[in-house]
């Protein structure tokens, strides 16, 4: 059974860190293609960060660039994303999601149609 499990979600004051993980059971995550995604209250689901699987070639939405980084590691089977200098507009759910899909970058970075896929989610909430 193909299965994502997300954790490292938490509650962190405004300027601090989290690392969520992404770990894969009953296939290889070095064979898919990684996108994080995140939701807020009222929000739709938007995308974060994604991981190529043939170039290791990665992709950051504006808000997060220069704060989030994704990476792998093959040997634990675990797609990290780390979190950096957190906004409260940052407070949502994170998912990670794979695909044998592949389109662009971008387009695999923001259609979360393209996923098949998703783990259950994990909380980030940023406040003081």
């Known amino acids: 059974q193909l299965q994502l499990v997300e954790s490292g979600g938490g509650l962190v004051q405004p300027g601090g860190s989290l690392r969520l993980s992404c770990a894969a059971s009953g296939f290889t995550l070095d064979d898919y293609y990684i996108g994080w995604f995140r939701q807020a209250p009222g929000k739709e689901r938007e995308g974060v960060s994604c991981?190529?699987?043939?170039?290791?070639?990665?992709y950051y939405a504006d808000s997060v660039k220069g704060r989030f980084t994704i990476s792998r590691d093959n040997a634990k089977n675990t797609v990290y994303l780390e979190m950096n200098r957190l906004k409260p507009e940052d407070t949502a759910v994170y998912y990670c999601?794979?695909?044998?899909?592949?389109?662009?970058?971008?387009?695999?970075?923001?259609?979360?149609?393209?996923?098949?896929?998703w783990g259950q989610g994990t909380q980030v909430t940023v406040s003081s």
């Open positions: 999601a794979a695909t044998t899909v592949l389109f662009t970058v971008q387009d695999m970075c923001t259609i979360d149609s393209l996923y098949d896929y």
């Open positions: 991981i190529s699987s043939t170039n290791g070639r990665t």
